[in-house]
């Protein structure tokens, strides 16, 4: 790996973002292929993060200041992936669900995930079925990410599953789901495909589920 992208790598898990959006143009201008920036510099220093966080060696601020250096970086070579038709690990569309407007849980999600490769359509909180619904349609997700905080919004979740089936859409698609209340246990009840318990989980289950679906 080149001088410039060890370092990209420790600047993302110092949470450096000025430093990685800098280094990620040098990389560019001293010849470093966008796809190189992304697998070479800036993912590995999120798997480091993201081990340290399931770790418990990392929290929440930490984690979120690393996203935010390496999503700094991203800005810099999205442009060129999309040019050159790079392909991401997958397409996540992303939501907390309707009547709930938790999102910091669902935020770390989303950047843990575009961490691991992933384009990410954050849809916000507060998310209806349909709009959820109408995101599949637009974007063609591999994965619907729905996050909830609330014991009274979990409810949602299924009725999300529910619209997705009579849209005719939920076979095109991976549903996963987290928040706090939720459980595993609850995500086997509503029959959705992953559960996890945290934001780099969560990133290693979307993994999974693209693996698993190819
Ligand atoms: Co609210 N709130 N809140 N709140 N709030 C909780 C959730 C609560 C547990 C506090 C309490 O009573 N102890 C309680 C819920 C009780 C329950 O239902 N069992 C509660 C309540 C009651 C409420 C209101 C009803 C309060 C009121 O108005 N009376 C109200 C509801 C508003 C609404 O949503 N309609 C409300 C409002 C708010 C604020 C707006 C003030 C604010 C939210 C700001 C924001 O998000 N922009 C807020 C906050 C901050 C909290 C607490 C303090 C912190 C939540 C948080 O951000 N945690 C929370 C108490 C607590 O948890 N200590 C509380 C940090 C975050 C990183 O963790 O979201 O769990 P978390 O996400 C984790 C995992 O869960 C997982 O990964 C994340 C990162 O590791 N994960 C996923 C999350 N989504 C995932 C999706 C995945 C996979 C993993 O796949 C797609």
Redesign the pocket.
């Known amino acids: 790996m080149s001088e410039i992208l060890k370092r990209m790598s420790s600047a993302v898990i110092q949470g450096q973002r000025d430093d990685t959006r800098q280094m990620a143009r040098d990389a560019i201008e001293g010849g470093c292929s966008a796809e190189e920036v992304l697998y070479q510099g800036l993912m590995p220093g999120m798997d480091h993060v993201s081990g340290e ?1 399931k770790a418990g060696r990392m929290f ?1 601020p930490e ?1 979120m200041r690393s996203a935010r250096a390496m999503l700094n970086a991203m800005e810099v070579i999205k442009p060129i992936m999309v040019k050159n038709g790079i392909r991401m690990a997958g397409k ?1 569309v ?1 939501g ?1 669900v309707q ?8 935020n ?2 989303g950047m ?1 995930c575009e961490g691991a490769g992933f384009e990410i359509h954050d849809l916000g ?2 998310v209806a079925p349909g709009q959820f619904v109408e995101a599949v349609k637009a974007f063609q997700p591999d994965i619907v ?9 979990m409810r949602a979740m299924e009725g999300t599953v529910q619209a997705l089936v009579e849209a005719g859409v939920r076979d095109r698609v991976k549903v ?7 459980t595993q246990a609850f995500a086997d009840r509503i029959g959705v495909d ?9 990133a290693d ?1 979307a993994k999974h589920l693209i693996a698993a679906s190819r």
Not at 99 to 106: N, Q, R, V
Not at 194 to 202: E, I, K, Q, R
């Open positions: 966080f929440v984690v996540v992303l907390t009547g709930d407007l938790h999102d910091i849980g669902k770390l999600v843990m909180a507060d990410g729905m996050s909830a905080l609330l014991t009274t919004t996963m789901i987290g928040g706090a209340p939720v992953g559960y996890a318990p945290d934001a780099a989980a969560a289950k």
